[in-house]
């Protein structure tokens, strides 16, 4: 398949939405790896899936996020509408609100104290709301909101690829501190995906949580990463505060953080270093 294109979101919205055929099109500045994104007018933007396991995702955030948004103070993707598969794009795809906004990660001047006592409270109420008919962790999460042992081949693996450049002794250490933990509450709702480009600032606060494709319910270890691959010194500490949930918890999310920065750096696809910095945060600082 095609890398999609503002041509192609072009061409399937005056085909599919022909009200909306006249609006402009642009890719937003900063695009994700499951989909790509393009500001459709000045209220709306189209999401394109990148390939079939992403797809997915735009049935269940369609069915989760309106009842999602009644239970958080912030913001999160309206589902406005969902377009066909064609013969061009063999993907269904979603016409959302648009959210006001910067990522995080290119919003400069940040307070990150208050950003990580900010998402740690959203956190809190996200992992309060009622589950409904909430999906259970698991394929369709990539295996976020389960154990963190769904990836402990991948692990192993990246171990041995990495021999002589990390420090296998302490990473093994990590790891099996989360292994000999699990989640002992009923499941909970999880995001999946909690990075710093899924996350909106405007006016200097954190103002709304994008990109819902691999949340569900289970363990919520998984969206705790953020403390080591974003956050430092007296925020990560503000983060743990405010976030909450028990040391065994903190343990798998630093084995989650540990299995993601492994696999990446061992895939030589941490292009800008910022894996290993994590690699380095998770290994000095168990944050709990």
């Not at 956190?123 to 962790?137: E, Q, V, Y």
Request: charged residues 20%; glycine residues 10%.
């Amino acid at each position: 398949m095609t890398e999609p294109t503002a041509d192609l979101a072009r061409a399937l919205v005056a085909e599919q939405f022909p009200q909306w055929a006249g609006l402009p099109v642009a890719p937003v500045d900063r695009q994700g790896w499951d989909n790509r994104t393009f500001r459709l007018g000045d209220g709306l933007t189209v999401r394109l899936p990148t390939g079939p396991t992403y797809a997915l995702a735009v049935a269940k955030e369609d069915r989760v996020l309106p009842a999602l948004a009644r239970h958080l103070p912030l913001p999160v993707p309206e589902p406005v509408a969902t377009g066909k598969p064609t013969a061009d794009y063999p993907h269904p795809w979603s016409v959302r609100r648009w959210l006001d906004g910067t990522t995080v990660q290119d919003a400069p001047g940040l307070d990150q104290e208050r950003l990580a006592r900010d998402l740690g409270a959203v956190l809190t109420d996200l992992r309060a709301a009622p589950l409904g008919d909430g999906p259970a962790a698991g394929r369709h999460s990539f295996y976020r909101g389960c154990h963190p042992s769904a990836y402990a081949d991948q692990v192993q693996d990246a171990l041995r690829t990495l021999a002589g450049e990390v420090d296998t002794a302490a990473c093994e250490a990590v790891w099996a501190a989360g292994m000999t933990t699990v989640w002992q509450g009923p499941p909970v709702w999880f995001h999946g995906d909690i990075a710093p480009g899924n996350l909106l600032a405007s006016g200097g606060r954190l103002s709304a949580l994008i990109d819902f494709g691999t949340c569900g319910t289970g363990d919520p270890a998984c969206d705790l990463q953020i403390a080591w691959t974003h956050f430092t010194g007296d925020a990560r500490r503000a983060f743990r505060e405010a976030a909450g949930l028990d040391a065994d918890t903190w343990a798998r999310a630093r084995a989650w953080t540990l299995w993601k920065a492994l696999i990446v750096t061992a895939g030589d696809h941490d292009r800008d270093g910022s894996q290993r910095r994590a690699l380095h945060a998770v290994l000095a600082d168990p944050a709990a």
